[in-house]
């Protein structure tokens, strides 16, 4: 098993529940906890610039209507990404990959990339955002880790760019799951924490895997998890669950 250079805790889409998902203001409020280590979701606008958002459609959490990969990023760099949240965060963008790599830069925070495709988009997706990836954090002592419930996507992003690491997201375990790890190199496998048992850590773990869950929202749970080898809790409650917990 390799080294592993990620801290025990991440910060779920920059923020947690404390700020509006997917933005740089997340990214901000997930560094004014202490935390150095963020997950967001990475996809497609029409013409080919990467954002950060989670659902296929605007509707959630911006004032926009409809398929974001269906429309080009001058259209959507337009909308409001959060006052959905609060009027607090008014006006908030939805923010480029390059920005946010930008900004993780600043705070010396490191990246779980979530590759997002639009539906019908997986491959071209996982290409482009592995590619972009590489570029943006080029020269980092530690790559981002690249992560997708999309094999196709995981795919593309492994052939695009075989160097940076990668995990395949499960929402529900799949007895199918070391075969997929081999066919994809996956350096871990990134699962819903409802799904784990300690048995199944053990399995994971004899098989060379390191282990990341989501979303975790008690100390309890999380301190189970740990206690059962998992590698990273990511967590909406990054003020109860701060990068210190033990």
């Known amino acids: 098993m390799k080294a592993w250079p990620y801290p025990r805790i991440v910060a779920h889409r ?3 529940s404390l700020a509006p998902e997917n933005t740089l203001a997340a990214i901000d409020v997930g560094a004014s906890h ?10 497609l606008a029409a013409d080919g610039e990467i954002f950060l958002l989670h659902d296929d459609t605007l509707d959630r959490t911006s004032n926009g209507w409809g398929v974001a990969g269906e429309l080009n990023w001058d259209k959507l760099v337009q909308l409001d990404a959060g006052s959905w949240y ?4 008014a006006g908030e963008k939805l923010p480029t990959l390059s920005e946010v790599a930008a900004r993780c830069a600043e705070h010396g925070m490191l990246v779980n990339i979530e590759i997002k495709p639009t539906t019908g988009t997986d491959e071209l997706t996982g290409k482009q955002v592995a590619l972009a990836a590489r570029s943006l954090w080029q020269g980092q002592e530690v790559a981002p880790l690249l992560s997708s419930f999309s094999v196709e996507a995981l795919r593309a992003a492994q052939q695009a760019v075989p160097e940076l690491p990668r995990g395949i997201l499960l929402d529900h375990w799949d007895d199918n799951w070391l ?20 048995e199944r850590v053990e399995q994971l773990k004899e098989a060379g895997l390191h282990i990341l869950v989501y979303t975790v929202n008690t100390a309890e749970r999380a301190h189970q998890l740990l206690s059962w080898g998992v590698d990273c809790i990511c967590t909406d409650k990054i003020d109860l669950i701060g990068p210190d917990f033990i």
Do not use: P, W, Y
């Open 14 to 16: 920059g923020g947690g």
């Open 34 to 43: 202490g935390h150095t280590m963020i997950e967001f979701d990475a996809k």
């Open 86 to 89: 609060s009027a607090k965060f």
């Open 179 to 198: 075969a997929l790890i081999r066919e994809l190199e996956c350096v871990s496998l990134h699962i819903n924490h409802k799904e784990l048992t300690q």
